[in-house]
């Protein structure tokens, strides 16, 4: 497995993977890898030959008052499962590799950023963008995966790639839980058992709604934890539906974590 920290090495390794006719998977994330991203790595290794991984906290998508700096890293052990994994690339750069000067570049999705977490989190999808555009730009033509977890951005990505005609085929995976339910997250470490026995209230409300009940009903599920938001939107165009197909998505603050979930409806 080959490491580097340097964008210009991994531009130039994946350049020549192409160049002997093979077919780059990439799986961007920001480290303190668990079974979730093991998945993705998975599809990848069978869908691809040449398996890239990036390892980045992005500060940019981060909020002044945001977890940027207690954010889990956990460098050593991610390189463990990647080569575990079969991973053939992983690309670990620091913040000033990829932002060697304040970025004055802004990439913005209108119409599909301003709810849910954007509303939530303003500046945030602007960021993840912003990088992502810069990641695809340094691995070249890919196959790029991400979890369906995050659906919101993985819609976006697709609308990125689309419109600035980036040399990525995007494609989403299924979310991927513990035992009990609930959706894995790096922020899940943050929970102390008590928490997460709370946070199970958001992936039953979304059980539940999936298996019939209504929003207000899923909403009083979710008397113990502070609720962002609990919304049925379009798939497509985020835009809030009365009845499926449809996405139901969530975001809860349990303590001191912020956790998203979502399942789709017929």
């Not at 077919?23 to 869908?47: K, W």
């Not at 009845?243 to 998505?249: F, K, S, T």
């Amino acid at each position: 497995m080959i490491t580097t920290a340097r964008s210009a090495e991994t531009r130039k390794i994946c350049d020549a993977e192409r160049v002997a006719g093979v077919r780059v998977g990439f799986v961007p994330t920001m480290g303190a890898l668990h079974a979730g991203h093991r998945s993705l790595i998975q599809r990848a290794r069978d869908e691809t030959t040449f398996v890239v991984v990036s390892v980045f906290v992005n500060p940019t998508q981060f909020g002044p008052h945001e977890d940027l700096t207690a954010y889990p890293r956990t460098l050593d052990d991610d390189l463990r499962i990647c080569e575990a994994e079969g991973v053939d690339l992983v690309f670990h750069p620091d913040a000033d590799e990829i932002y060697p000067e304040p970025p004055r570049a802004t990439i913005h999705i209108e119409g599909l950023t301003e709810t849910m977490e954007g509303a939530h989190r303003p500046g945030h999808f602007d960021g993840v963008c912003l990088v992502c555009t810069k990641l695809f730009s340094i691995v070249g033509w890919c196959t790029a995966y991400f979890g369906q977890k995050d659906a919101q951005q993985l819609r976006v990505i697709k609308q990125l790639g689309r419109d600035l005609d980036l040399p990525v085929d995007v494609v989403g995976c299924e979310t991927i839980r513990d035992a009990d339910g609930l959706a894995l997250s790096s922020r899940n470490a943050y929970l102390s058992t008590d928490e997460r026995a709370r946070a199970l209230a958001l992936p039953r409300a979304l059980r539940a709604i999936e298996n019939g009940s209504s929003l207000e009903e899923g909403r009083s599920m979710l008397a113990d934890v502070e609720v962002d938001y609990l919304v049925m939107v379009d798939p497509d165009t985020l835009e809030p539906v009365a009845h499926g197909p449809a996405l139901v998505c969530g975001a809860i603050g349990v303590g001191a974590t912020r956790l998203i979930d979502n399942v789709t409806i017929a």
